[in-house]
């Protein structure tokens, strides 16, 4: 597969503090990737090194396998980045006219991509008076203008509505649908489990994981029980080779599994030791669970 | 050349207050030509602008080039606000994460500022052309087109004077806090160097240090015209002073202002590749 982007051992440092630390991963073509980080992490920083627009401390980054130069680079890439950034006294139209020059494009594309983005009616009242939603979706059609070989979107969704974020995701997804690679930088984990194949989950701008979604909850699952004698509960689950821990909270105890035990099975097993408890579910874990054990452990 | 002109072309053109900038600054240089009509009639005295040489050729490109000169502070805001507004609008950002490299960034700046320079020379001699061949005493062509050397330095005036703008923008961010600064830089130079001139009244010293400063050395390029009007000279003449200087424009006048410009450049260059923004 086509390599888009390499990030190899970028560190960016602001004095003391450090941004970003001996980042690493690579970016092919045609996945879905998301960048998960809480707020503070080096998500924006890692995009804006690579966007030309913040200067990496050490460590290098190669578009295209470094066969062009990084502002050649970017006219094929589509990135919006934290907010939209246009001029306010320019119309939806001339904004976007502005990014055909500066990206070397003719002028043919505007109205399709407006029309994608539904802001045709729009299209030539002035970029201020625009609410955040349509500004938002204004730089979606401005990033998608060149027709690019990456998307690159960082928070998309932030400070929208839910109407807003519902519209961005459409289109995040129809785009995906299409087969553009896209790099979606979000805090929000249900939006990258919704749309993305792959993640690197970042904390204080260290990578903590890097690989496919599905692998990342790749757990066997757990099950919450509620028993009246929790000592005789615990102690049979401390001896059972399939469970890997516990933990207690409120009242209700949850186990892990560390290999594959279907729910009834498990059942069996608890009445043949003359456990009859009151509260039994299996499940898996999801995205948001295992993102806060990942950030939590380390 | 022409991509990165056109793209700064859009951005000020759309921009109303930019517009109406340019366009006062125009009106206002073309207005040089109602300084013609000026007229004092006090029955005994009467004094008529026109007719007192200012637009003799060769003179008129001296004197309408030094008036054009005090205009320059309206393309100055405009210059300034160019380059300020990107960062307040954050578009500079946009700019660069588009696909415009940080050099091309600054070329399209300062061909703007080429451009402004380039049109109002123009405009300058366009416009003394005309009032030269209406009001002045000689016509011969030789005449006409000597002392051109004026365009020139008004030319090389502007360019540095905007460059230093650029600058100012590029380094304050704000176009209100740079246009400010620049004042206030401007005042700190001139009285400083009327204080040092007061203390060193015999030396040249002071003068050639300020001589090169920017401002100071902006305002060498085109000397004030207005002791060379013979209406003058004969007052000084008759107080029993003489006024005799040297008015040329000078190879090192604009050399120290090139110098000053390709500096300006050169530091919002590296202004803008070690920033993050």
């Known amino acids: 597969m086509e390599t888009i982007l390499q990030i190899s051992n970028l560190t960016k440092k602001y004095g003391n503090l450090t941004a970003v630390k001996n980042l690493s991963f690579t970016i092919k073509k045609g996945n879905v990737y998301g960048i998960l980080g809480p707020n503070g992490s080096g998500k924006s920083t890692t995009l804006g090194i690579t966007l030309n627009v913040v200067n990496k401390t050490s460590g290098d980054f190669k578009w295209f396998d470094g066969a062009i130069s990084t502002h050649e680079a970017l006219k094929k890439v589509g990135a919006i980045i934290e907010r939209p950034n246009f001029y306010p006294y320019m119309s939806a139209y001339k904004n976007l006219k502005l990014v055909c020059k500066i990206k070397d494009i003719d002028y043919s594309k505007i109205d399709e991509k407006l029309e994608i983005v539904g802001l045709t009616e729009r299209k030539h009242s002035k970029f ?37 974020i519902h519209q961005i995701r459409a289109i995040i997804q129809q785009i995906a649908s299409q087969g553009t690679t896209i790099l979606l930088a979000s805090h929000l984990l249900d939006e990258v489990e919704k749309v993305c194949t792959h993640v690197v989950v970042l904390r204080k701008g260290e990578k903590l994981y890097s ?10 699952g757990f099950f919450e029980l509620k028993y009246e004698d929790e000592p005789k509960l615990l102690q049979f689950l401390e001896q059972h080779a399939s469970i890997e821990k516990t933990t207690q909270k409120d009242g209700l105890i949850t186990a892990f599994l560390n290999t594959p035990l279907s729910a009834s099975e498990f059942n069996k097993q608890l009445v043949e030791s003359g456990i009859y408890i009151s509260h039994l579910v299996m499940r898996k874990e999801s995205l948001e669970e295992q993102f806060l054990q990942l950030t939590d452990n380390k | 050349m022409l991509r990165l002109l056109n793209i700064e072309f859009i951005k000020l053109w759309n921009n109303k207050a930019s517009k109406i900038l340019i366009l006062a600054y125009f009106i206002l240089l073309s207005s040089i030509a109602l300084i013609s009509a000026i007229k004092f009639d006090f029955g005994m005295f009467k004094f008529h602008l026109a007719e007192q040489g200012i637009f003799n050729f060769p003179y008129i490109w001296h004197f309408n080039t030094f008036v054009a000169g005090l205009l320059k502070f309206f393309l100055l805001i405009v210059i300034v606000s160019m380059v300020a507004n990107e960062y307040s609008n954050k578009t500079i950002k946009q700019n660069l994460i588009d696909g415009l490299s940080k050099k091309e960034w600054i070329l399209s700046k300062v061909y703007t500022v080429v451009v402004f320079a380039l049109i109002s020379t123009v405009f300058v001699f366009v416009i003394s052309l005309i009032l030269g061949l209406i009001f002045s005493s000689y016509t011969e062509i030789n005449i006409i087109f000597s002392d051109l050397e004026y365009l020139v330095a008004f030319f090389i005036k502007l360019f540095g004077f905007f460059c230093l703008g650029l600058f100012a923008g590029m380094l304050i961010k704000r176009s209100a806090f740079a246009i400010g600064a620049i004042v206030v830089y401007f005042f700190i130079e001139f009285f400083s160097y009327l204080i040092f001139k007061g203390f060193y009244r015999d030396s040249d010293i002071v003068d050639n240090i300020y001589n090169f400063l920017p401002f100071k050395s902006l305002w060498n390029l085109i000397d004030e015209p207005g002791s060379r009007l013979g209406a003058v000279k004969e007052l000084a003449s008759a107080a029993g002073q003489d006024l005799s200087y040297d008015y040329a424009v000078h190879w090192y006048e604009i050399a120290i202002v090139l110098g000053w410009s390709a500096l300006f450049i050169y530091l919002s260059y590296r202004l803008l590749l070690k920033r993050d923004l």
């Open chain 1, 211 to 220: 690989g496919r979604v599905d692998e990342m909850i790749s757990s066997e």
């Open chain 1, 128 to 164: 201020s008076t625009y609410s955040l939603g349509m500004k938002q979706r204004l730089a979606i059609a401005s990033a998608l203008l060149n027709d690019p070989e990456i998307l690159i979107l960082d928070e998309p969704t932030n400070g929208l509505d839910p109407q807003g």
